[in-house]
């Protein structure tokens, strides 16, 4: 016996046609609204594009003369060039480093105290009224950031370390925890580099502190090479009388048992004349370190480093939005366009009150 499938109801293929009759004109009410938005958008652009071409004399006109404008204000105004040194800080001097720079920047561009620029950094009053800012940035390395965070995280406890990761050290950083900062000078004239930089060198490190620190870091220097030649020497003569050992008992009769014995450090008491390996490899290590504090006298002899000096000419360092040339032209389009848009407007309301 077969049992006969449930057939659709009427009523249901009544609200089938009218749900896809709705479907259908809401696609078509959201296809007119987009064909409309796109018709507005097309018509405005035909209207500034008639806009223009009506008016195509005036907007011509304006650009011309701004550009000329222009074009002869640059050529009769002075060019701003810029030029960068960068030193790296010792003795946690970066601080007083941007302090100091600040102190410039405020004397030259703010101030205009060109009297005390010219005496602070030794030149004529009208070199100093070239000098247009001073500014420094440190000078970011990836590489000195990850070292510094290596060593911040063996440091932290296994809490510390959860929270503390790569980006959110990265972001705690201030411009004063790098060693090596970027210091530029923005000047009318290009070759006044050189006559500031060693005066400048100096003022920007100028601090009393700081200076005690060196001299007192150098004579610690100092002392450790003096002590360590005095080991060098040491161990130079033990060389010799290990020496002069060794040819006395090779020249006596080999007996057991027989010769003289030398002792060092840990040998053991069996043994008889100790390995001259170790007394160069003592040696060896003396004169390493001796190497390194001849370094550290380098590096530490001054409160700043200047790892790049100014070069003997600056550049240009003017942008496209500094040169009036460019600059005006983009100002008179502007104004014209807003003068016609007033009179344009002032119009159509004038129609509409008649109306």
């Known amino acids: 016996m077969s049992k006969e499938l449930p057939q659709p109801q009427q009523s249901e293929e009544v609200d089938l046609g009218q749900l896809f009759k709705l479907i259908g004109n809401a696609f078509d009410r959201l296809f007119k609204v987009i064909g409309g938005v796109f018709t507005k958008i097309f018509g405005l652009f035909i209207g500034v594009l008639s806009h223009f071409f009506k008016r195509k004399i005036w907007y011509a006109s304006v650009v011309i003369i701004g550009f000329a404008v222009g074009f002869f204000m640059d050529s ?3 060019k701003t060039y810029g030029a960068n040194m960068f030193i ?6 970066a601080r007083q480093v941007y302090e100091n720079i600040q102190e410039f920047h405020q004397l030259a561009k703010k101030d205009k105290d060109f009297v005390e620029l010219s005496k602070r950094l030794n030149i004529t009053e009208e070199e100093a009224k070239t000098l247009k800012g001073f500014y420094i940035q440190p000078d970011a390395d990836e590489n000195f950031i990850v070292e510094k965070y290596s060593g911040f995280y063996k440091k932290l406890d296994s809490i510390s370390r959860l929270e503390m990761d790569y980006e959110r050290f990265k972001q705690s950083l201030s411009s004063y925890d790098f060693r090596i900062h970027k210091i530029g000078v923005a000047t009318t004239n290009k070759k006044i580099y050189k006559s500031i930089e060693e005066a400048f060198v100096k003022e920007i490190s100028r601090n009393t502190y700081l200076e005690e620190i060196v001299e007192v870091n150098l004579e610690n220097l100092n002392k450790k090479d003096d002590a360590l030649l ?4 040491k161990t130079d003569s033990l060389v010799k009388e290990y020496l ?3 040819i006395n008992e090779s020249e006596k009769e080999d007996l057991t048992g027989s010769g003289t ?3 060092m450090g840990n040998a053991e008491s069996g043994s008889l004349i100790m390995d001259e390996s170790v007394i160069i490899e003592k040696r060896l290590d003396l004169e390493a370190q001796r190497r390194m504090i001849n370094k550290d006298k380098v590096e530490q002899k001054n409160v700043i480093n200047v790892i790049a000096n100014f070069p003997t000419n600056g550049y240009d360092i003017s942008k496209w939005s500094d040169k009036k040339k460019f600059l ?3 100002i008179l389009f502007v104004l014209t366009f807003s003068v016609f848009m007033i009179v344009g407007l002032g119009q159509y309301l004038e129609n509409k009150g008649k109306n």
Do not use: C, G
């Open 328 to 330: 005006i032209p983009i």
């Open 230 to 233: 005095v080991q060098i020497q």
């Open 261 to 263: 014995n030398l002792y």
């Open 244 to 246: 002069s050992i060794r």
């Open 76 to 78: 009769t105004s002075d």
């Open 88 to 93: 790296e800080t010792n003795f946690n001097s």
